[in-house]
């Protein structure tokens, strides 16, 4: 049973930095791909960012790139998202979520963690 847990949600003021991470347990990951999303109160879930397990390649929403960073410990089995020059509108419950790599980054995934609430305040 695949779980994953997030953590390092919190409140921050604009212009801020903060880093999630996201501990992945239940199988091995090595074909697998790992993703960040977000979804902010009465919006849909977006897509934030992803890495392959194997390789590392990362994919970003262009409303991140250049101010999040998504990296992988594979001894750790830990994900992570630093998230710097934070603004008001990247407040959301931030998810990670995994499956099995096909070819798309930003859709399909089959396990969830809970979440982790981020706010940015102006």
């Known amino acids: 049973q695949v779980q994953l847990v997030e953590s390092g949600g919190g409140l921050v003021q604009a212009g801020g930095s903060l880093r999630l991470s996201c501990a992945a347990s239940?199988?091995?990951?090595?074909?697998?791909?790992m993703g960040w999303f977000r979804q902010a109160p009465g919006k849909e879930r977006e897509f934030v960012a992803a890495?392959?397990?194997?390789?590392?390649?990362?994919y970003y929403a262009d409303s991140v790139k250049g101010r999040f960073t998504i990296s992988r410990d594979n001894a750790k089995n830990t994900v992570y998202l630093q998230m710097n020059s934070l603004k008001p509108e990247d407040t959301a419950v931030y998810y990670c979520?995994?499956?099995?790599?096909?070819?798309?980054?930003?859709?399909?995934?089959?396990?969830w963690g809970q979440g982790t609430q981020v706010t940015v305040s102006s």
């Open positions: 979520a995994t499956k099995y790599y096909s070819g798309r980054y930003s859709t399909g995934y089959d396990y």
């Open positions: 239940g199988r091995t990951f090595d074909d697998y791909i």
């Open positions: 890495i392959r397990w194997s390789g590392g390649s990362t």
